[in-house]
């Protein structure tokens, strides 16, 4: 094992990105940052909220925070918050349209349950 980890030194680490954006996610954050020159993407957190524990935070951000981790795909910036970086880990990010609504949609494959009304959810 020391063996292994002495010839492994200065390999390079291959990290998995925490979220990545459907084209569709991508299309509309485009859409909306349009009309917001001064702000430079848009950031992605967590926060302690209804009845299951977790809910997701978006907002349009100006500038990336010294601990934010920076997802940039086709040119937009998304900024993960450092507590939420494990939560979301190979989190897919989508915009989803129908007759009645329109929304961002996260599909992550670390969440435990969620509550009935699809507010909150727990990992």
């Known amino acids: 094992a020391e063996a292994e980890r002495a010839r492994c ?5 291959v990290a998995q990105s925490p979220i990545l954006e459907t084209p ?8 909306l940052l349009k ?8 950031k992605v957190g967590v926060r302690t909220r209804g009845c299951n524990g977790l809910s997701y935070t978006l907002e349009y ?14 040119g937009v910036r998304v ?10 880990l190979g989190t897919e990010m989508d915009y989803v349209e129908d007759k009645l609504s329109s929304e961002f ?8 349950g969620t509550c009935g009304c699809g507010e909150s959810f727990n990992i």
Do not use: M, Y
């Open 61 to 74: 951000t100006k500038t990336k925070g010294d601990s934010d981790e920076e997802v940039i795909q086709d």
């Open 9 to 13: 030194r200065g390999c390079p680490v």
């Open 35 to 42: 009309d917001k020159p001064e702000h430079v993407g848009v």
């Open 105 to 112: 949609v996260f599909n992550n494959p670390n969440i435990k």
């Open 79 to 88: 900024f993960i918050e450092k507590k939420a970086q494990l939560t979301l």
């Open 24 to 31: 569709s996610a991508v299309n509309k954050i485009k859409q």
